[in-house]
């Protein structure tokens, strides 16, 4: 089987999706033409092609932020929003994932309010047929620290309604705007009521703040970039990370086309992955890096020459890091059945 095939098929885990940032622009171009016949007005025609960022642009990670809006009008009324969610979970499946924990921030829009957001999302993974199993992780953005109290009471209500669809929850959003001291009683309250907790970690360089994240021992971090001494961060809170042994969502392509990450081969993937810290591919935003979870898989493979046997067991380990427990073993039979099968 050759790596693009394998990376398609082999059952795949994804942890790190934001609903908004992974919309493909065949689904942006439906939900505009559903818009349109609905008469709703949608200014997004023109800057659909803007939804994107590369390697060779010059925009940068706090540039991605004002991206989402483009996507924002899109999801803003409850069928729309209903549509997207429905088929970016079916792309991730014809993409190969088994099981997705997609995020997404409630939202008060004109047409709907916080909760009917939720309630959207959380009707149409149940309602619909997937094969992929579909959970929720709310997230809280950095950049509406009024809100935090209102999203973390919804979080634990549809999570006590619905345990087995609302997993978790998740600190995200501009890292340079606010502090994680604020958000820090919620999210602990949160986490007493059930839900598991996944922060956006070291992004951009703050020491201080990535030593209180990982004193936190959220359940899984994501990125953690600037950990490393070679990368922003330093011994004290990259020895922190090594002992902790929490498990680092980390987006490859994501990171090189926010410059965050100069290059793919100068990823923090390796560091991570030499020093046995628990890590899960992701794919963060697909729809604005043009990427696809199959394809991040293949290019770890190629760049840190990982071959097929320790590529698909990267996918196995990920099962002991969703948030939903019993899952956990109809997943790695899964999985383990694909590595009997083709003799991995
Ligand atoms: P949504 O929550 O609206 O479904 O997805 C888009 C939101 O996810 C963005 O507005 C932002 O708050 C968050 N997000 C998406 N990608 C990133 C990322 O790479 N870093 C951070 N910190 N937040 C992100």
């Known amino acids: 089987m050759n790596l693009d ?3 398609r098929e082999m ?3 994804e942890l790190h999706a934001h609903l908004n940032g992974s919309l493909s622009r065949s689904t942006m171009l439906s939900l505009q033409r559903y818009l349109a016949d609905l008469g709703i007005k949608d200014k997004t025609n023109v800057f659909i092609n803007e939804f994107q960022m590369s390697s060779g642009d010059s925009k940068t990670l706090l540039d991605a932020f004002s991206l989402f809006t483009i996507a924002h009008e899109l999801t803003s ?21 088994c099981y997705i924990e997609l995020r997404s921030t409630p939202r008060q829009t004109p047409h709907m309010t916080h909760k009917q957001y939720l309630e959207t999302i959380v009707q149409t993974m149940r309602n619909e047929k997937f094969s992929i ?15 935090v109290e209102m999203i973390t009471n919804l979080a634990i209500e549809y999570h006590r309604k619905y345990p087995d669809t609302v997993v978790g929850i998740e600190l995200s959003g501009n890292p340079a705007v606010g502090r994680f001291s604020h958000f820090l009683p919620s999210l602990t309250r949160a986490r007493e009521a059930g839900l598991k907790v996944t922060l956006h ?3 951009i360089p703050n020491q201080q703040e990535i030593t209180e994240m990982l004193k936190f021992r959220p359940e899984r971090i994501g990125h953690g970039v600037c950990i490393h001494p070679n990368y922003g961060g330093n011994e004290e809170i990259w020895q922190l990370l090594c002992k902790s042994q929490i498990p680092v969502e980390l ?27 628990p890590i899960v591919l992701g794919t963060d935003d697909k729809g604005i890096f043009a990427t696809s979870l ?3 898989y293949r290019i770890c493979a ?15 380990r990920a099962c002991d890091y969703i948030f939903s427990h019993d899952k956990k073993k109809t997943l790695s039979d899964r999985i383990l059945n694909f590595i009997n099968k083709n003799a991995l």
């Open 133 to 147: 199993i579909p959970c929720l992780i709310i997230s809280i953005n950095r950049s509406s620290p009024n809100d």
């Open 5 to 7: 095939t394998l990376c």
């Open 77 to 97: 009324v409850p069928e729309s929003l209903a549509m997207a969610t429905d088929m970016t979970l079916r792309e991730f499946e014809e993409d190969g994932c």
């Open 294 to 296: 199959s394809q991040e």
């Open 201 to 203: 970690c070291g992004e």
């Open 251 to 277: 987006c490859l392509t994501s990171n090189v086309n926010t410059k965050s990450t100069p290059s793919y081969s100068a990823h923090h993937f390796k560091e991570l992955y030499n020093a046995n810290v």
């Open 11 to 13: 059952p795949k885990i």
């Open 302 to 316: 190629e760049t840190f020459g990982i071959d097929p046997s320790k590529l698909v067991r990267l996918s196995l």
